[in-house]
């Protein structure tokens, strides 16, 4: 085991190392956020005209639409103030055929809007005019709370006439084309922001969504004066950072073992997302069949034999991480099931191969949470600053390794994890529901502008 371990060090980061790394960071978001080094930053920092985060008083029915792969749902959900609770009264889960997603910006469009109307239909809701909240993942440059330009498709959409156009006017065309429904305004929403907000109304202290599951990303509240690229200096915006991208620039290229350079050279993305191949779920159980086969080459595994399964790209999942985690019988079934002779010792060391991976992620992670809570921190001029992580993706939920880590990232933070509910739904419902609040509050502050400037006219 000695020399098992010897060709694992390189996935043990040290505390000096994680610090570092959170230094890294530091500096890109910083770099993400200027007028002038954006453009050229691996961190994007994108800013999402989410201008704060849930009071309380929020009320009322909204609908919510999340496009992001293959099946799109329509959601009604009702925000209850007494009861301080956001329900999902129903949700459709329609598809989307492969001659639509290759098709034209118009047909995906019109497909949308119908299965809209049906749900509208199915809930008797075709009388009111509510307002949506719309999560679309794909990457997108915002220029509003409701105007956003696709950049390019991915995930196997390639729909004409949709890229470089604002996707929100693109949808409310459509509606308008059938004319037997409205919708009154329409908030853009991303995953990430949407798990932050979907925990904001049970907690306000939550100003910092982060999703780890088969992606990796982060948003935070920064203050409106450090978002150099839009206009104005007072309160807030929420930042979507992007994190995946942190490394394209070559910045972490001391921590990158022979494993993450084969993945990154096998994937559909190569030198991109170079952050997220060390952390998401996408890849860990790649990283894991990669050592295990250099390991059984060298002879420390499974008396030097490789099966077929083993020698096969993406046949070790993620999920058997955990499962191996859990326990040696788990791991003899899942070894077993992949064509290997194994012995004990053979388990012993997949479950080391599997802890130390699973571990770097999560230490990874933490680095990473760590330089957003203390940026957090210093931004408001605190010693120290208790605040709540709205979490979802599925290597979140089995992380305990990362709450430990942050402990000694973070020293002078406090920090509360809460996993979120349907982040992509009742989130983006949240997120409307805050802009209709904030557009009602300015409405009436104009007003009593307005009134003021009336009286004084009327005293002069």
């Known amino acids: 085991e000695v020399i098992v371990v010897k060709h694992l060090e390189p996935f043990r980061l040290s505390l000096e190392k994680l610090k570092e790394v959170s230094t890294r960071l530091r500096k890109d978001m910083i770099r993400g956020l200027g007028k002038h080094t954006h453009h050229r930053a691996a ?16 009320k009322g029915d909204f609908l919510a639409l999340d496009l992001g792969g293959t099946n799109f749902r329509v959601l009604h959900v009702r925000v209850m103030e007494e009861e301080q609770k956001m329900v ?44 949506m909240g719309f999560t679309f993942s794909f990457p997108c440059e915002q220029k509003e709370i409701d105007k956003s330009i696709l950049i390019r ?3 196997g959409f390639n729909c004409s006439g949709v890229e470089g156009e604002d996707v929100v006017k693109l949808l409310k065309e459509a509606i308008h084309r059938r004319g037997d429904y409205d919708i009154s305004s329409v908030a853009m929403v991303n995953d990430t922001v949407g798990t932050m907000m979907s925990c904001g109304y049970r907690d306000q202290t939550c100003e910092i969504g982060m999703i780890i599951g088969t992606g990796t990303n982060a948003c935070y509240m920064e203050e409106m004066k450090n978002v150099k690229r839009v206009e104005g200096e007072d309160g807030q915006m929420c930042i979507n950072t992007e994190w995946g991208g942190f490394g394209d620039d070559g910045s972490l290229e001391d921590i990158l073992t022979e494993f993450d350079k084969v993945v990154d050279r096998t994937s559909i993305n190569p030198g991109v997302h170079t ?5 998401s779920g996408m890849y860990l159980g790649e990283i894991v069949r990669l050592v295990l086969m250099k390991l059984t080459e060298k002879k420390l595994l499974f008396k030097g034999e490789v099966s077929e399964a083993l ?52 230490r990874l992670c933490a680095a990473a949470l760590a330089t957003i809570v203390d940026r ?48 992509s739904g009742k989130g983006a419902a949240m997120v409307t529901a805050v802009a209709q609040r904030l557009a009602l509050q300015s409405r009436l502050l104009e007003e009593s502008d307005g009134e003021e400037d009336e009286e004084e006219k009327v005293r002069s």
């Open 43 to 58: 961190v994007k920092m994108l800013p999402t005209f989410v201008r704060a985060t849930p009071d309380g008083t929020e």
């Open 275 to 279: 952050f997220e191949k060390m952390i």
């Open 376 to 423: 957090i921190r210093a931004n408001r001029g605190l010693p120290h600053l208790k605040t709540t992580v709205g979490v979802d993706g599925t290597v979140y939920k089995k992380h305990p390794k990362m709450q430990l880590s942050m402990h000694f990232l973070a020293p002078d933070c406090k920090i509360k994890f809460l996993v979120s509910e349907d982040g």
């Open 311 to 362: 020698r096969t790209k993406e046949t070790f999942e993620t999920k058997f991480i955990s499962m191996i985690e859990d326990g040696l019988e788990n791991a003899k079934k899942i070894l077993t099931e992949l064509g290997l002779t194994w012995d004990l010792v053979d388990a012993r060391v997949v479950r080391l191969v599997c802890e130390t991976i699973s571990s770097r992620s999560a």
């Open 153 to 155: 498709w991915t995930k």
């Open 88 to 131: 999902k009264m129903d949700s459709q889960l329609c598809a989307i055929p492969q001659e639509i997603m290759l098709g034209t910006g118009e047909q995906l469009f019109d497909h949308i809007a119908a299965c809209l109307s049906e749900f509208l239909d199915s809930q008797n809701l075709k009388g009111q005019t509510l307002p």
